[in-house]
C-alpha cells in the first residue's frame, strides 16, 4: 500500500518552532496557532489563541457552552470560512493553513474533522468508506478493500460489520455510525484528527468504545477533542486547554490541570462550579 497515495499538496519539511506554556521544545508539534483570532461579523469569539498540539498525542479543549471550543477546531481545517473571519496564523508542517490561497480541500486530507452527530452518507458501509478515495481519483479494487478494512479496524468496528459490508450505513446505531464516521476519516489517512464531542450524543458503552478507540488511533494520529465530560477528558488526553470566554485561560498536561490547575476558573471548572 502507498502511503498517501496521488497526493498533490505539498508541504514544507521544517516544523514551526514555537512552543508555548509548559509544552517543552524537545516536543514534535503537529499543529499550531499563532495570535489567533476568530470573528463572527464585528462580535470578537475567540482572542490571542496561541497553542501547539504535540504529534501521537491526545489533547482536550474544554469550557462551558459559548467558551469558543468549536469557534478554535473548527478554525483548523478551515470550517469556519463562509461565516467567520480568522486572523493570525495556523502552522500545519510549515505551512500557514489560514492563508487564503490554500486548497482547502487538500489540506483536509490531512485535517480531518468529526462532529458531534454521527453523520454517515446514505450509502454502504463500504461506500462511506470509499467515497472519498474514488473522488480523489483511486480506483484500485484491491487497494480500496485493504483500505475498507483497515480504516474500519482502526476504528475498532471491522468486527461488528465485517459481514455487512454492503449493508446501508443508516442501519447503524450512533455509535457504529459515530465509529464509521471516523474510519471514513482515517481512510484519507489523515495526520491529525478533529472531533467536536464525538460522543456526547452516545450511550455510555458507546462513548467508552469511542474513548478506546481515540486511545489506539493516538499511535497513528495526532487527536484534538472537543469534551463537556471531564472524565472523559481525564481518561484519554495527554493535554488540556481550559477555554473561557474566548480565550485560552489554562493549558497544562491533564494531570496539573486536573490536580493542581494554576488559575481559579479552571479549578471551578473542573470541579464542576459552573459550565
Ligand atoms: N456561526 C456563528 N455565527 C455567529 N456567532 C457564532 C457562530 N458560531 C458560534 N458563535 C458564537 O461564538 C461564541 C463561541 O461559540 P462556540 O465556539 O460554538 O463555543 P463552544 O463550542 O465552546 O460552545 C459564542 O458566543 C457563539 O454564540
Ligand atoms: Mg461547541
Redesign the pocket.
Known amino acids: 500500500m502507498t502511503e498517501n497515495q496521488n497526493v498533490s499538496f505539498h508541504l514544507y519539511d521544517e516544523q514551526p518552532k514555537r512552543f508555548i506554556y509548559e509544552m517543552r521544545p524537545e516536543k514534535e508539534i503537529a499543529i499550531s496557532t499563532h495570535d489567533m483570532q476568530v470573528y463572527?461579523?464585528d462580535?470578537l469569539?475567540?482572542d490571542d489563541a496561541d497553542l501547539s498540539f504535540e504529534r501521537f498525542k491526545i489533547t482536550s479543549l474544554i469550557?462551558?457552552?459559548?467558551?469558543?471550543?468549536?469557534?478554535?477546531l473548527r478554525s483548523l481545517n478551515r470550517m469556519n470560512d463562509d461565516?467567520?473571519t480568522v486572523k493570525g496564523q495556523i502552522m500545519y508542517r510549515g505551512l500557514d493553513i489560514n492563508f487564503k490561497d490554500i486548497d482547502v480541500y487538500e489540506m483536509r486530507r490531512h485535517i480531518g474533522m468529526v462532529f458531534q452527530r454521527p453523520n454517515p452518507f446514505a450509502k454502504s458501509i463500504r461506500e462511506n468508506i470509499t467515497f472519498a478515495l474514488k473522488q480523489h481519483g483511486i480506483t484500485d479494487k484491491a487497494y480500496l478493500d485493504e483500505m475498507v478494512e483497515h480504516s474500519l479496524r482502526q476504528a475498532a468496528l471491522w468486527d461488528e460489520v465485517k459481514d455487512s459490508l454492503d449493508a446501508s450505513a443508516l442501519s447503524l446505531s450512533g455509535g457504529q455510525a459515530q465509529r464509521l464516521v471516523i474510519a471514513r476519516a482515517i481512510a484519507m489517512k489523515p495526520d491529525i484528527l478533529l472531533l467536536d464531542e464525538p460522543a456526547s450524543a452516545l450511550d455510555p458503552i458507546s462513548s467508552a468504545k469511542i474513548e478506546d478507540t481515540l486511545l489506539e488511533l493516538k499511535k497513528h494520529y495526532t487527536i484534538i477533542i472537543?469534551t463537556h465530560n471531564m472524565q472523559q477528558a481525564a481518561r484519554i488526553s495527554d493535554y488540556t486547554a481550559f477555554?473561557h470566554m474566548?480565550r485560552v485561560l489554562e493549558y497544562n498536561e491533564t494531570r496539573k490541570i486536573f490536580t493542581r490547575p494554576k488559575v481559579q476558573l479552571t479549578i471551578d471548572y473542573v470541579n464542576g462550579n459552573f459550565g
Open positions: 463572527y461579523g462580535k469569539a475567540l469550557g462551558a457552552s459559548g467558551s469558543g471550543k468549536s469557534t478554535f461565516v467567520a472537543v477555554f474566548g
